[in-house]
């Protein structure tokens, strides 16, 4: 069972995803899972959960007020190009017609795109 002392106090011990995996006896969407529980539900050893993308990636519990807030500026970034992603992939899922296909001039033109005349 995943316990919120299985991961280090500072960033300089963050601990890989696979690491807790291994810790953990189970598979990287398993402790994913187990990461995203541990983070909803307070511990009372007044620290966040906390992890980065950034070499090394790995997650790391912190009471750090400078550590939290990169944390949350690293997520909201994230967070913001996966809306952005989102959003642009609804914008083309209107752009299909009914028949299921898309209009590949309205794609490239939105694109920036020209049709160039072979010849």
Request: charged share 30%; net charge positive.
């Amino acid at each position: 069972m995943a316990n919120r002392s299985d991961i280090p106090v500072g960033r300089r011990h963050a601990i890989s995803r696979a690491a807790l995996a291994q810790l953990w006896q189970c598979s990287d969407r398993k402790a994913r899972r187990f990461i995203a529980e541990l983070r909803t539900r307070p511990g009372n050893d007044g620290c966040a959960i906390l992890s980065t993308a950034a070499w090394p990636p790995g997650y790391w519990r912190s009471n750090d007020p400078q550590e939290i807030t990169g944390f949350i500026r690293e997520t909201e970034a994230r967070a913001r190009n996966t809306f952005f992603a989102l959003r642009d992939a609804k914008d083309v899922l209107k752009q299909i017609d009914t028949s299921g296909q898309m209009n590949i001039n309205e794609c490239l033109r939105e694109q920036g795109y020209r049709r160039q005349a072979h010849g």
